[in-house]
């Protein structure tokens, strides 16, 4: 029997239908679904693990005399280690050790020693200056100043402060652009993409409903990591959770947009992981996700800063912190706008159907 | 106008259609038309252009030249998407979603449809009631098929385009696929069906074209394209040295004769007179029978009779 007009005989709109079953083609595929919730938490744990700051730092110094090892016991920071001369400069090399101490008797009446260290690295000049301090004090000098230690230890100006917001950016912007990359062109492969262009669906529901999915699955993602850096390491939102949504939604739909544009045309797999390798890595590089872009040049930096994965970081960590709301993160949300915008304009007319 | 006027009666129709690509010319001056209420069948080799004319039919190609009418409108002149919502499509080479179910596939494609059947029913109509909540991915061919053709039924249309419905299946599954045709043809639906099995051909079409090579070589019901053999048996033979297709064609009772796969398609009148005069003449020409078989004249027989090839020859 036909039904009267536009009851959809027990169907919904199709853009809800057609976001319905972007939905649960991505909850069943439990590959995706460990990408997206799974590995990102994963790696905020190997990170945190690998990067903590434990408190009071400890210098580990290799020896190559028993007797300096007597000198030096007792200083506070220093794990001292007695070992051959070639064995220890082996491990300085491999970054095992931060400096090496070796005794270098002379002409002078005093004890001489060697440090040998790496200056380049920062944990190398701070175990020279430590190692000084105890083997000058071991050798009587007497302190002309006193001073106490007051450690601040502030919260949210460690390392895996830093991270969280960089892999909030860089999940929403793997999941936007894979997650909506392979499914379209899987759909063009199997013919699926020409079959809709068949029936009277509005062509730009099937596109918006991709972002429409990314959308609800976002919040979950940004979830996922949040609790987890707050519940694991201590990271907390200190902005408004409303401006840390408004930033994530910025960023997912601009990111699945630019995931329509680049999945618009490939007819393979291939061609499409070539296209989103080459947009995405530069930005895992520049974007300031693992490291602050500002190690780069600064006459780099307002480039940097055009790139979407820098405006959702950049506006990440301001939320993060606390900063102005979210009136200070608008030039990256303006940023957002235009990649999305522009990049959908182009998606929906340049959308190869087969 | 012409158009509409024609709309009541022409179900679809397409006059001097050429489609080439780089190197082929797909199809080349094709002239159709699909009467209301009929099953049109396109019968022809791979590569005849089949896919190619019912995709520009379908508004999902687009001719180099020609004019193309799908119940009283052209592709791009009015609304496409009005005329989308009358018409029910099956493509060649459509995979359905994996990850969804039948229900869910249905429900899907019922969405972009203004009027139509309830999913449930559509789906009750193709019998995948049982596999109602079984994901496509694990349907056998002839159960993907069958959803496919839902999917195609569910906009409840006037005109269906089936681009070989059945390639691949076993018998019963085709017969359980032809039912189903069958079952909209008798609620007054017209049909277009492309396939390259003649018993398709014969069991469901009103009318058929035969096309190869992008051409219409023969059009007509399938008894009066059988008829045009001019016989009603076919002799086939192969025998060990030459023969003369001419003495063997005017033989008695026979129609005429053509040469295949090295030997030879005789179409026969009379077979009682036949067979033994041709027996006669592979004497009389000193070639020894190595085989022989007879059987009803077929669609397959038009169109190697029309071609010298066979329809699944490649
Ligand atoms: N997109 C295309 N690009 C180039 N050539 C094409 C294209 N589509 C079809 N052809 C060519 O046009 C000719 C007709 O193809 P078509 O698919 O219409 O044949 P068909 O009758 O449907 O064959 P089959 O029975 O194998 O499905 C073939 O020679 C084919 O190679
Ligand atoms: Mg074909």
Same mark, same amino acid.
């Given at each position: 029997m036909v039904e009267p007009k536009a009851s959809r005989g027990g169907a919904l709109h199709p853009l809800a239908e057609l976001t319905r079953v972007r939905m649960l083609e991505f909850l069943r595929e439990p590959e995706a679904v460990f990408w997206v919730f799974v590995f990102p938490v994963l790696l905020a744990l190997a990170l945190g693990i690998a990067f903590r700051e434990s408190g009071a730092t400890s210098y580990r110094v290799g020896v190559t005399d028993p007797a300096i090892a007597d000198r030096l016991a007792g200083a506070a920071g220093l794990t001292v280690m007695t070992m051959e001369p070639a064995p220890a400069l082996e491990a300085l090399g491999r970054g095992r050790l931060d400096i090496v101490v070796e005794a270098a008797p002379g002409e002078s009446p005093l004890p001489q020693f060697v440090f040998r260290f790496d200056p380049a690295r920062p944990e190398g000049r701070s175990a020279r200056l430590a190692v000084d301090d105890a083997l000058q004090r071991a050798y009587g000098r007497k302190d002309l100043v006193e001073h106490r230690d007051e450690p601040t230890?502030? +919260?949210?100006? +460690?390392y895996i402060d830093f991270l969280i917001p960089g892999l909030i950016g860089l999940n929403l912007m793997g999941s936007g652009m894979w997650g909506i990359g392979f499914s379209i062109v899987v759909a063009r492969t199997r013919g699926l993409l020409k079959r809709f262009a068949a029936? =009277?669906?509005?062509?730009p529901h099937y596109l918006v409903s991709y972002a429409l999915s990314r959308l609800l699955f976002l919040v979950l993602e940004v979830a996922a990591i949040v609790g987890f850096g707050w519940l694991i390491? $201590?990271?907390?939102? +200190? $902005? =408004?959770l409303l401006a840390l949504l408004a930033v994530a939604i910025g960023g997912g739909l601009s990111f699945a947009a630019l995931g329509l544009l680049v999945a618009a045309r490939s007819r393979t797999i291939e061609s499409v992981s070539g296209w989103m390798n080459l947009i995405m890595l530069p930005m895992w590089l520049l974007s300031g996700s693992f490291f602050s872009y500002e190690r780069f040049p600064e006459a780099f930096w307002p480039a940097i800063r055009l790139l979407p994965l820098t405006a959702v970081n950049d506006a990440l960590r301001a939320v993060f912190r606390g900063e102005a709301l979210l009136g200070g993160a608008l030039p990256e949300l303006a940023v957002l706008a235009v990649w999305g915008l522009v990049s959908f304009a182009i998606a929906v007319r340049r959308f190869r159907w087969h | 106008m012409h158009g509409t006027e024609n709309g009541r009666t022409v179900a679809a129709r397409c006059v001097g259609l050429v489609k080439r690509y780089p190197g082929v010319?797909?199809?080349?001056g094709l002239d159709l038309e699909v009467r209301r209420g009929e099953c049109f069948g396109l019968l022809g080799p791979n590569g005849a252009g089949k896919t190619t004319t019912v995709e520009i039919l379908e508004g999902l190609n687009t001719p180099d030249d020609g004019v193309v009418e799908v119940l009283g409108q052209r592709w791009g002149t009015r609304d496409d998407r009005l005329l989308r919502e009358r018409i029910g499509i099956q493509l060649q080479e459509t995979q359905l979603a994996d990850k969804l179910t039948v229900a869910e596939t249905v429900r899907l494609f019922r969405s972009f449809y203004r009027h139509g059947r309830p999913v449930d029913e559509v789906i009750a109509l193709v019998s995948l009631d049982e596999k109602?909540?079984?994901?496509?991915?694990?349907?056998?061919g002839g159960q993907k098929q069958r959803l496919a053709l839902a999917c195609a039924l569910v906009s409840a249309p006037e005109l269906m385009f089936l681009d070989e419905p059945t390639t691949g299946l076993d018998p019963q599954a085709r017969r359980h696929v032809w039912d189903v045709v069958e079952s909209f043809r008798q609620g007054g639906g017209t049909v277009i069906l492309t396939t390259h099995y003649m018993e398709e051909a014969a069991r469901l079409c009103d009318r058929l074209a035969i096309v190869d090579h992008g051409r219409r070589i023969a059009l007509g019901t399938p008894a009066e394209l059988v008829a045009s053999l001019g016989a009603d048996q076919i002799l086939e033979l192969h025998a060990g040295g030459e023969l003369d297709p001419d003495r063997l064609g005017t033989l008695p009772g026979v129609a005429g004769v053509s040469a295949r796969n090295g030997g030879w398609m005789v179409r026969v009148r009379d077979v009682g007179a036949a067979l033994p005069a041709v027996l006669g003449e592979l004497e009389r020409a000193g070639a020894p029978l190595e085989q022989l078989t007879t059987h009803q004249a077929t669609l397959e027989d038009v169109f190697v009779h029309l071609t010298g090839r066979g329809l699944r020859d490649g």
């Open positions: 230890a502030e +919260r949210g100006s +460690r029936t =009277p669906m509005r062509r390491f $201590g990271v907390a939102v +200190r $902005g =408004p | 010319v797909a199809v080349d109602r909540s079984a994901r496509v991915g694990k349907l056998s």
